[in-house]
């Protein structure tokens, strides 16, 4: 009986968050990564506290020496009421069925640490292009959850030498975009983080 792989190790788990680590390690980890969900799942805790750490430190560096005098109270009541306005107004107008929203285009890119997650605006179609070198062969892209569930298998085409793949709308959540080569047998050849806010 073949001994189970252990888990990452979690300072290696936080170089590669951090892209840190040395190549030759970074491609072990990300062979583990492909198939174990518990250290998928570390992984993207770790991303979202990096994330979480660099916006807090991005913040406390940004924050002027003394504080910036309070807008008076006016300001900020006639400011909510035109935003409620504006929210009553979308609210009672519906969403036609006619006004179909056109795909944005998402260049994927694959790169490590928990910037390199690629964002979208979720319910709103996409045209994800992925930065892989083609060659003719068919191209299928899953979007999984965070723990591997599968959420969409989607056609992929090579289009003016790159691959893209249309994604109609995704709900709010942290999705891994895993693109597989469909000859001569089917086999994952990239993985891209997507979040949906």
Same mark, same amino acid.
């Given at each position: 009986?073949? +001994?189970?792989?252990?888990?990452?190790?979690?300072?290696?788990?936080? +170089?590669?968050?951090?892209?840190?680590? *040395?190549?030759?390690?970074?491609?072990?980890?990300?062979?583990?990564?492909?198939?174990?969900?518990?250290? +998928?799942?570390?992984?993207?805790?770790?991303?979202? @506290?990096?994330?979480?750490?660099?916006?807090?430190?991005?913040?406390? =560096?940004?924050? *002027?020496?003394?504080?910036?005098?309070?807008?008076?109270?006016?300001?900020?009541?006639? /400011?909510?009421?035109?935003? @409620?306005?504006?929210?009553? @107004?979308?609210?009672?107008?519906?969403?036609?069925?006619?006004?179909?929203?056109? *795909?944005?285009?998402?260049?994927?890119?694959? @790169?490590?640490?928990?910037?390199?997650?690629?964002?979208?605006?979720? =319910?709103?179609?996409?045209?994800?292009?992925?930065?892989? *070198?083609?060659? /003719?062969?068919?191209?299928?892209?899953?979007?999984?959850?965070?723990?591997?569930?599968?959420?969409?298998?989607? /056609?992929?085409?090579?289009?003016? /030498?790159?691959?893209?793949?249309?994604?109609?709308?995704?709900?709010? =959540?942290?999705?891994?975009?895993?693109?597989?080569?469909? +000859?001569?047998?089917?086999?994952?050849?990239?993985?891209? =983080?997507?979040?949906?806010?």
């Amino acid at each position: 009986m073949a +001994q189970p792989t252990p888990h990452i190790r979690e300072d290696l788990l936080d +170089q590669y968050a951090m892209a840190t680590l *040395p190549e030759e390690s970074a491609a072990e980890i990300e062979e583990h990564l492909l198939v174990c969900l518990p250290c +998928q799942k570390r992984l993207a805790e770790t991303d979202e @506290f990096l994330t979480v750490f660099r916006s807090a430190a991005a913040e406390i =560096g940004a924050r *002027p020496a003394r504080q910036a005098r309070q807008p008076p109270r006016i300001v900020v009541w006639a /400011g909510a009421a035109a935003a @409620f306005a504006a929210l009553v @107004f979308l609210l009672l107008l519906g969403e036609r069925p006619h006004a179909k929203m056109p *795909p944005a285009t998402l260049v994927m890119h694959a @790169f490590r640490g928990p910037e390199a997650v690629a964002r979208i605006v979720a =319910g709103r179609p996409y045209r994800l292009v992925f930065d892989l *070198p083609t060659q /003719g062969v068919d191209y299928e892209v899953e979007i999984v959850d965070e723990i591997g569930n599968v959420i969409l298998r989607i /056609g992929a085409e090579v289009q003016k /030498g790159q691959l893209t793949a249309p994604l109609e709308k995704l709900a709010h =959540g942290s999705y891994w975009a895993r693109v597989y080569r469909a +000859q001569p047998e089917k086999r994952v050849i990239a993985e891209y =983080g997507l979040r949906a806010d």
